[in-house]
Nanobody, 116 residues
């Protein structure tokens, strides 16, 4: 079992930046996929970004050019640098770890609020 703990959320004005971090309680495998999802009030949870074991990254169109995902396998962490934040980025952000074979882990979520 792996526990994921998010940090770095909070309230920021539009145009500002936040950096989310996610720490895993046990070792991250180099083959794990790590990612961030978000869920805004009244909406479905959506993928924001993920980074595969080989370092390939994928972003939802709405955050391309503004968000950057990175991972540090030695420190068992994945981070999401969020720049040029918009009010529509307001959501609960969840850390995700996919290990294959249907094994997935989720953090409890952290709130990001962007004021206009």
């Amino acid at each position: 079992q792996v526990q994921l703990v998010e940090s770095g959320g909070g309230l920021v004005q539009a145009g500002g930046s936040l950096r989310l971090s996610c720490a895993a309680s046990r070792g991250i495998f180099v083959t794990d996929t790590m990612g961030w999802y978000r869920q805004a009030p009244g909406q479905e949870r959506e993928l924001v970004a993920f980074i595969a074991g080989g370092g390939r990254t994928t972003y939802v169109d709405s955050v391309k050019g503004r968000f950057t995902i990175s991972r540090d396998n030695a420190k068992n962490t994945v981070s999401l640098q969020m720049n040029s934040l918009r009010p529509e980025d307001t959501a609960v952000y969840y850390c995700y770890l996919g290990r294959g074979g249907g094994i997935n882990y989720w953090g409890k979520g952290i709130v990001v609020t962007v004021s206009s």
